[in-house]
């Protein structure tokens, strides 16, 4: 038995001896072939290569425990002055406050972790730095190759180049007729159609004296009103224009224009709206080159010009 | 007097622009549907416009749910602006150039009469869209992701930590909610920062949109803020129109 142990410890110290043996050989130099150029090997050390930044993680004190977190905050170098991050941005934008964390905060992010609850790893696994820590200090774009710049796809130039169809909807017109002027103007531009929908319509120009905060005030300015002269009005109990007082609508604007200022000059604050009722509303759907402007249309009035998919 | 507005996906931004000069008003926040009551309201001591300009990136049927009233409370014509294939010195670098956003399209304009020059244009909305353009105005592309109010939303939906809804400045989270908070905002400002890294050399950097502030406070790269981008190329697309 005991031949058989010690032929055991010193099967294990020859084991030991050739792998020590082993790591300290030099790797083997570069392999040169004639015509075939330097051959390096997969993850051997470059004489030049540039030296690669670590985020080292913080020791367990500068991540902190429950136990140290009541102390005095000392710098992280992990957040701090390990980060590669921190000091490019320090020596390439100094003059920006809004370059490093904003000075509300703590100035010191190890501040932050030490004070921060954080868990203790579990044993076996190694310490990362605190909660976001990594994330905060992001050594890789200053270590890492330059990300590509965006240029312009090869067919996105000429596509915008091409002049698109313009798509057009003008409404609403009262009825066909209303919009047989406008559509004569812009057949002259590109292509018409007409539809007809279900819709609100113009049904004249109303004047009103805009809502008031309660409905007993309008009732007192309609009082107003009445000893002014001014009769014929409702107070309205509903809509957008409650508490507002209807003095009338007209079929045309300058009639409405007229009598606005009449109750002006009376001292009533008064306003004109475009009064509305159920109907069939025409629109116009145009194609064409070129996008319509107001300055296309004879009557703007109340018209709107409404961008639409084109079939 | 034209007036102008931007209908984004949950604030309405609007301005007046008369002589060349843009005046903005204070934004109006739109949930499921517009405050028209509100909205009447702020409009009350503006003049007649002589016409409308609508930006939306809503749908048709949302968008007509505020030029339907519009309409009725103006006699002005009213005009929806689209991207085109190209507009004022911008090149529209989409396949069908139609279908991107008018908001970013619009933006571009704005930022492209400010710089003239490469440029990152970056609007921090509901959605965080970053668009690149050339030296020439030509649009490279751009993307589009979840803004700070989506991505806390889906963070709370996917899993049992809380709703955020701060959006204070905070590089670093020291709780559950401003670790979160930290964690929206460090990821728009990586995805800003990586793609300003990759945009043409020299490309400025220009940042628009209601949450803006926060995640330009954190950018590690020289920025200016705009906050009415979409509106200066909503104007600037109107001479003549």
């Not at chain 2, 109006?28 to 405050?35: K, L, W």
């Not at chain 2, 959605?127 to 991505?151: E, F, S, Y």
Request: some cysteine; glycine content about 10%.
């Amino acid at each position: 038995m005991r031949w058989f142990i010690g032929s055991l410890i010193a099967l294990n110290l020859g084991i030991l001896a050739w792998g020590w043996l082993g790591d300290k050989q030099p790797p083997p130099a570069e392999l040169a072939a004639p015509g075939v150029g330097t051959v390096r090997l997969v993850g051997e050390p470059s004489a030049d290569a540039e030296p690669v930044e670590v985020p080292i993680p913080a020791p367990p004190k500068a991540v902190g425990t429950p136990g140290e977190s009541g102390g005095a905050a000392s710098p992280s170098p992990t957040l701090a002055a390990a980060s590669p991050q921190a000091r490019s941005l320090e020596a390439e934008q100094a003059p920006l406050p809004s370059a490093r964390l904003p000075a509300s905060e703590p100035p010191a992010p190890a501040k932050v972790i030490d004070s921060a609850p954080v868990a203790a790893p579990p044993p076996g696994r190694p310490t990362a730095p605190a909660d976001g820590g990594a994330t905060v200090v992001d050594a890789t774009p200053v270590v890492s190759a330059p990300e590509p710049a965006f240029v312009p796809e090869p067919d996105v130039i000429p596509a915008a180049k091409t002049a698109a169809r313009q798509c057009q909807r003008i409404g609403p017109f009262a009825s066909a007729a209303a919009a047989t002027t406008t559509r004569q103007a812009l057949a002259k531009l590109g292509t018409v159609n007409s539809e007809q929908i279900s819709g609100e319509v113009p049904a004249g120009h109303w004047v009103l004296v805009p809502p008031q905060a309660s409905r007993a005030a309008a009732l007192a300015v309609a009082d107003r009103l009445k000893k002014k002269g001014i009769t014929d009005l409702w107070v309205i109990s509903k809509g957008a224009e409650k508490n507002g007082i209807s003095l009338g609508v007209f079929s045309q604007r300058e009639n409405a224009d007229r009598f606005a200022r009449r109750a002006r000059a009376k001292g009533f604050d008064v306003e004109i709206r475009i009064k509305t009722k159920p109907g069939k509303q025409t629109w116009l759907n145009y194609t064409g080159k070129t996008a319509i402007k107001t300055r296309d249309i004879p009557n703007t009035a109340g018209v709107s010009i409404v961008p639409r998919d084109c079939p | 007097m034209k007036l102008l507005i931007d209908v984004g996906n949950s604030r309405m931004k609007w301005a007046s622009l008369q002589d060349g000069q843009l005046r903005p008003g204070a934004p109006v926040a739109h949930g499921r549907g517009f405050d028209l009551v509100a909205l009447d309201d702020r409009w009350r001591e503006l003049p007649e416009p002589a016409a409308i300009h609508v930006a939306s990136v809503l749908s048709p049927s949302r968008t007509r749910e505020l030029t339907d009233w519009l309409h009725k409370r103006w006699a002005a014509p009213l005009i929806e602006a689209a991207s085109q294939a190209r507009q004022v010195g911008v090149r529209n670098g989409y396949t069908q150039p139609e279908r991107l956003g008018v908001d970013r399209w619009l933006a571009m304009i704005g930022a492209w009469a400010h710089i003239g020059d490469a440029v990152c244009v970056v609007d921090c909305g509901s959605a965080v869209t970053v668009d690149i353009l050339d030296r020439q105005g030509q649009h490279l592309g751009g993307v589009i992701a979840p803004g700070l109010r989506l991505m806390a939303q889906a963070l709370s939906d996917g899993t049992d930590l809380p709703l955020v809804g701060d959006t204070a400045t905070i590089p670093l989270g020291r709780d559950t909610e401003s670790a979160m908070t930290a964690g929206r905002l460090q990821a728009v400002v990586g995805l800003i920062e990586r793609l300003h890294r990759q945009a043409p050399r020299g490309a400025r950097l220009i940042v628009t949109g209601g949450d803006a502030g926060p995640i330009a406070a954190l950018l590690g790269e020289p920025y200016e803020l705009i906050p009415d981008l979409v509106l200066q190329g909503l104007a600037g697309t109107l001479d003549g129109a």
